[in-house]
């Protein structure tokens, strides 16, 4: 079956703009977050939805980034006033919540974001 | 507040020979679970193993293998007869808690294989 797809697979912006980035999970998976990759740095935790509900928002850097997921499906993560700091890869994962393979998260191909 | 550690930013072996990447992870829960991640040069992480933190069993796939050992807090990766697609950037992960999601990655290790 299809994959995590997330769109766009890069996005060029300027300093101040607002930017939005899509994630299509796995069907069927409630579960899906969002996370950062700095350059040679492993992946840090954003944001988990379960359903259509933010459950652990926790790894948000502040109140200029925002996630929704209206229908428990497809996910944007919203940047406002983007900052040269904001530049990263922007990975989206989804997993089920039951079942042998619980918890275990499958990742999109990323957007990879440039704040110039 | 838990940490994964791999100690090992590179690796470089020649084609053909084993190889094993480290992980140490620190956590205070009793309950967690372990991942093992590959980032090929496309970029996407694909999923290999995960462990619960009560079976300590090791595990063989393939040419994979995975060494689990709570005594230590270690969870190390062994490829034997590395081959060129096995060049990648390896992560481990920790998740900590049962009801918990959030995944605590390593740096992660570069791996070459030279042929």
């Known amino acids: 079956g299809a994959g995590v797809s997330q769109t766009p697979s890069n996005k060029v912006t300027e300093k101040g703009k607002y930017v939005e980035l899509r994630c299509d999970p796995i069907s069927g998976h409630t579960a899906l977050y969002w996370y950062r990759q700095s350059l040679g740095q492993g992946p840090e935790f954003l944001i988990y939805f379960q359903g259509t509900g933010a459950a652990d928002d926790s790894g948000l850097p502040n109140d200029r980034f925002f996630a929704v997921r209206p229908e428990g499906s497809v996910s944007t993560l919203k940047i406002q006033r983007t900052e040269r700091g904001d530049s990263a890869v922007y990975l989206c994962?989804?997993?089920?919540?039951?079942?042998?393979?619980?918890?275990?998260?499958?990742f999109g191909p990323g957007t990879r974001l440039t704040v110039l | 507040a838990q940490k994964v550690t791999q100690a090992q930013t590179e690796i470089s072996v020649v084609e053909k020979e084993d190889v094993t990447l480290d992980c140490v992870y620190e956590?205070?829960?009793?309950?967690?679970?372990l991942f093992w991640y590959k980032q090929p040069p496309s970029g996407e992480l694909v999923f290999l193993i995960r462990r619960n933190s009560f079976d300590e069993q090791n595990e063989i796939s393939g040419r994979y293998s995975w060494n689990f050992q709570k005594s230590t807090s270690s969870f190390n990766f062994t490829i034997t007869a590395s081959q060129v697609v096995d060049s990648a950037v390896y992560f481990c992960?920790?998740?900590?808690?049962?009801?918990?999601?959030?995944?605590?990655f390593g740096k992660g290790t570069k791996l070459s294989v030279i042929p």
């Open positions: 994962a989804s997993s089920s919540t039951s079942g042998s393979s619980y918890n275990e998260q499958f």
């Open positions: 992960a920790l998740l900590v808690g049962a009801g918990s999601y959030q995944l605590t």
């Open positions: 956590t205070r829960d009793t309950t967690y679970y």
